[in-house]
């Protein structure tokens, strides 16, 4: 099997959740995602402990703040040797530079993360845009234009719908990257999520990784979940 670009959403609470998890795997090299609900409660040792593993991590904690803080924040979170990290794009451009900065002072090897942004929150619309953030482009508009910035400001690229994907690449090419949750099989139930589109969709699509959640994780069988999306995002 080639690397995989499939990021295992880990939305667990306890690390004891995780090994019982990750154990169904046995010796396979996952991508997973620690998000904010596992990083706050199980915190650096839970990194260490999937690292140990042979695992990729992209550790998902979306910083937003002024670009002191977040050039200083990143250059500890490189420190953890994790592969991927994010940030919020609505920082602004020159909070996108600092986190570059930060993980290039702080890398432990010769490889800073990458570092990728939300752009618009899949929790946010048009009319939340228009009357609570003053914003009053179309959301597509919004979408490419902080993607635009984030590109502008080094970084590798975005977190995004797989819908949004193509255009994105059509614009800023294919090596910035597009990393889209929201993927379901055919048969699994939608959840809170609003558009989804399934592994080999999102393959047409263009998306670089996805990231896949529940129908892994809470799949009767989730290896046998995870070779379903494997086969159909990655081929083999
Ligand atoms: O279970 P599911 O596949 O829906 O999980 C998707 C993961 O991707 C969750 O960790 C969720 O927080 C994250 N995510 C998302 N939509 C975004 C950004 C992140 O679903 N726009």
């Not at 979170?77 to 570059?100: E, P, Q, T």
Request: glycine residues 6%; aromatic residues 6%; proline residues 3%.
């Amino acid at each position: 099997m080639n690397e995989s670009r499939i990021c295992i959403a880990l939305d667990f609470q306890t690390k004891e959740e995780v090994e019982e998890f990750l154990k169904k795997f046995g010796d396979e090299k996952l991508y997973v995602k620690v998000g904010m609900e596992l990083f706050y409660g199980t915190g650096i040792e839970m990194i260490k402990t999937i690292k140990e593993m042979g695992h990729k991590i992209f550790l998902d904690l979306k910083l937003h703040d002024i670009p002191n803080t977040v050039k200083s924040a990143m250059k500890q979170l490189a420190k953890l040797d994790v592969d991927i990290v994010n940030v919020h794009a609505s920082g602004s451009i020159a909070m996108m530079k600092a986190a570059i900065e930060g993980l290039e002072e702080g890398k432990s090897t010769d490889k800073r993360p990458l570092c990728i942004a939300v752009t618009c929150l899949t929790s946010l619309d048009q009319e939340v845009l228009d009357n609570e953030l003053l914003i009053h482009e179309e959301l597509p508009e919004v979408v490419l234009k902080w993607a635009e910035n984030a590109k502008e400001a080094g970084l590798d690229g975005v977190v995004c719908s797989p819908l949004e994907s193509k255009i994105i690449h059509d614009h800023l090419g294919l090596d910035f990257l597009t990393v889209t949750p929201g993927i379901r099989l055919v048969d699994d139930s939608v959840n809170d999520q609003k558009r989804v589109t399934t592994p080999a969709m999102a393959k047409e699509l263009t998306s670089s990784y996805i990231v896949v959640g529940r129908t892994i994780t809470r799949a009767e069988d989730p290896l046998a979940a995870y070779r379903e999306v494997y086969k159909q995002f990655q081929g083999e």
